[in-house]
Structure formats: structure tokens, C-alpha cells
């Protein structure tokens, strides 16, 4: 029996090739670049994210203590600062109070008792991690009324509408980032250190008088107006 030589094109044609051409290349780095970007915009999104359940930590945390301090002080909100004389260096501000409640001994030495309690980490946001996070609504939970001086007990009973009445919230500093930030502005105060951040994807962290956070966008109400959430009203 004859067997016919196959041409060698026919060969050829049914021979696998054993390479990818310069396109086929190009467009699978490209796709690979287009998954690889995906990737790190969905990890950099999840860990933004559980900054932000860090930060509602902190604040709960917070409330926590100072609802601690209240039913131990006939039911007060924690003062900006404790009535009395003397330096603020001292457990007389809002952290230095709330402080032994978080299990938080501080350093008792003078001069650096002020500085201890800033570093505590329940006090530093995650977004804004090694600076001091939050800030009080002193205006309103420090005083009873505008025209007394700071420094006078305000108690939950006063607050009105405990749900929508800023306590705390997340804050920051444009003209001095690391320095100490923990007196709440409000929206119609002059002086724009210490107002609230929104630095969690265009939203800040809040705690509110009845003991919840919620987080409240840059788009919201939040800062447009004194008469709702910073008055207690009573």
C-alpha cells in the first residue's frame, strides 16, 4: 500500500501554536492590570470601612463611660471641663474624667497628665490615627444657659431630644492637625478650629446625648444650623 506523503502546510495547519502574538499579549497584561486596579480599590474601600466601625467603636466606648460617670454623679453629663480652680492639665477635662471608666491610669505626674490621656487610644480616630479625634459639644452640655459662665452642670434631663443633640463627634484641626482638639465648635461660631470632620468617605462619626452613633454625610444638615443638633433646648 502507497502512503501519500501529506503536504507539509497541511502539517502545519494542525500543529499547535506555541506562543501568544504581541496583541494577545498586550490585552491580557491589560486585563490583568484592570483586575489588579479592582482589587486594591475593593481592599482600600473594605479598610476604610473598618476604620470607620473602629471610629463608632471609639464613640459607643465613650458614651459608654460617660453614662458611667453620669449614674455615678446624679445624673450630669460629663463637663468639657470640671467646675473648680486650676490648671486644665489635670483629670478636670472631659478625658481626664472619663478616663479611670476605660480602665485608662494615665500618667499622674505634673505636667504630663494632659498628654496621657490624649494619647489614650479610644481618643484617637483610625482614619486620623496618632492625632486626638474627637471634640465636645461644650457650648450646650457645659453650661445651662448663654449668658452664665462655662463650667456650670448640665444634666441628661435637660437635653430635650437626647437622640438628635450632639455629645461628641469626629473633629479636626485644619490650621494645627496634631494639636489637641477637644472642644466641639458650632456651625455658627467664628472661630473654625475644632469643628467636625468628615473623614470617613465624606461623613463623621457622631455621638449623641441618648448614647448611639451615627455616621452623618457632608450633604446632610449637620453643620447648616445651631438650632437642632447642638441645642439642648430645654
Not at 204 to 222: E, I, P
Request: aromatic letters at 10%; a positive charge.
Amino acid at each position: 500500500m502507497n502512503i501519500r506523503q501529506q503536504p507539509e502546510y497541511q502539517l502545519q495547519l494542525r500543529c499547535p501554536g506555541h506562543g501568544f502574538t504581541l496583541i494577545e499579549l498586550l490585552t491580557v497584561i491589560a486585563i490583568i492590570g484592570i483586575l489588579a486596579s479592582l482589587v486594591l480599590v475593593s481592599v482600600g474601600q473594605v479598610r476604610r470601612k473598618a476604620r470607620a466601625i473602629k471610629c463608632t467603636s471609639n464613640l459607643r466606648q465613650i458614651g459608654i463611660a460617660a453614662a458611667a460617670y453620669s449614674a455615678e454623679n446624679k445624673g450630669r453629663i460629663v463637663p468639657c471641663f470640671y467646675p473648680g480652680d486650676g490648671d486644665a492639665d489635670d483629670l478636670r477635662h472631659w478625658t481626664g474624667i472619663l478616663a479611670p471608666y476605660m480602665g485608662w491610669k494615665g500618667d499622674n505626674s505634673p505636667g504630663q497628665k494632659w498628654e496621657s490621656f490624649n494619647v489614650m487610644p479610644v481618643y484617637q480616630c483610625p482614619e486620623n490615627e496618632g492625632m486626638f479625634g474627637y471634640s465636645h459639644n461644650y457650648s450646650e452640655l457645659s453650661w445651662i444657659q448663654a449668658n452664665q459662665s462655662i463650667n456650670q452642670w448640665v444634666t441628661y434631663e435637660q437635653v430635650e431630644i437626647p437622640s438628635k443633640t450632639v455629645f461628641m463627634a469626629d473633629s479636626y484641626d485644619p490650621g494645627n492637625p496634631t494639636s489637641w482638639k477637644g472642644i466641639l465648635r458650632k456651625p455658627s461660631d467664628s472661630n473654625k478650629r475644632s469643628t467636625v470632620h468628615f473623614r470617613h468617605s465624606d461623613a463623621a462619626n457622631v455621638l449623641w446625648v441618648d448614647g448611639h452613633v451615627s455616621s452623618m454625610k457632608q450633604s446632610s444638615d449637620l453643620m447648616r444650623t445651631d438650632n437642632y443638633y447642638f441645642k439642648k433646648q430645654k
